[in-house]
T-cell receptor
Framework: GAVVSQHPSRVICKSGTSVKIECRSLDFQATTMFWYRQFPKKSLMLMATSNEGSKATYEQGVEKDKFLINHASLTLSTLTVTSAHPEDSSFYIC?????????????FGPGTRLTVL | DQQVKQNSPSLSVQEGRISILNCDYTNSMFDYFLWYKKYPAEGPTFLISISSIKDKNEDGRFTVFLNKSAKHLSLHIVPSQPGDSAVYFCAASAKEYGNKLVFGAGTILRVKS
């Protein structure tokens, strides 16, 4: 149980284009999903917290107009990197909190490697 | 300001021996601590956790110790196995901050056979 999937696993795009990453909880309902970014050999940095049916809460320093988050259902959240630039290249990971589980426990997706040329 | 610190970037251990991974934190509001294991190009997987009201939690080969006064926790793996080789992240959360996870920088564990 508690499986989270991400799609795509890897994407290469040209500078200036937008990329959408999907995060799905496959066997549980998630009122809250989180989006993280990981730089090489660095920790996971929380970008935003996504709540189903409401606007996402962004961490300080994260541009909400650049990283659009939509949490349309209890099993799906999407992150759209708009007008991507090479500095947006990174490993993006989502996690989901089980509606019926412990509030501090998050289940992570396998991540998406974004490369912007 | 790094609130959760893992000061050892890497650790190398012989198979069968004990692996000890350390984590320090600065924020006394943290009330729950977790350890995650991560392989390259994969998301972290939950390993073990501990509430701030406890000082030890054990699950099979994995034991987490919490020293609140020192703001220090450690993960013990015994016996270590080659399959344990991965990056281990310590994370902390607090009710006051919406139970968001704050991660340390990770420690690369290599278990040699």
């Amino acid at each position: 149980g508690a499986v989270v999937s991400q799609h795509p696993s890897r994407v290469i795009c040209k500078s200036g284009t937008s990329v959408k990453i999907e995060c799905r909880s496959l066997d549980f309902q998630a009122t809250t999903m989180f989006w993280y970014r990981q730089f090489p050999k660095k920790s996971l940095m929380l970008m935003a917290t996504s709540n189903e049916g409401s606007k996402a809460t962004y961490e300080q320093g994260v541009e909400k107009d650049k990283f659009l988050i939509n949490h349309a259902s209890l099993t799906l959240s999407t992150l759209t990197v708009t007008s991507a630039h090479p500095e947006d290249s990174s490993f993006y990971i989502c996690s989901a909190r089980d509606l019926s589980g412990r509030i501090y426990e998050q289940f992570f997706g396998p991540g998406t490697r974004l490369t912007v040329l | 300001d790094q609130q959760v610190k893992q000061n050892s970037p890497s650790l190398s251990v012989q198979e069968g021996r004990i692996s000890i991974l350390n984590c320090d934190y600065t924020n006394s509001m943290f009330d729950y601590f977790l350890w995650y294991k991560k392989y390259p190009a994969e998301g972290p997987t939950f390993l073990i956790s501990i509430s701030s009201i406890k000082d030890k939690n054990e699950d099979g080969r994995f034991t987490v110790f919490l020293n609140k006064s020192a703001k220090h926790l450690s993960l013990h793996i015994v016996p270590s196995q080659p399959g344990d080789s991965a990056v281990y992240f310590c994370a902390a959360s607090a009710k006051e901050y919406g139970n968001k996870l704050v991660f340390g920088a990770g420690t690369i564990l290599r278990v040699k056979s």
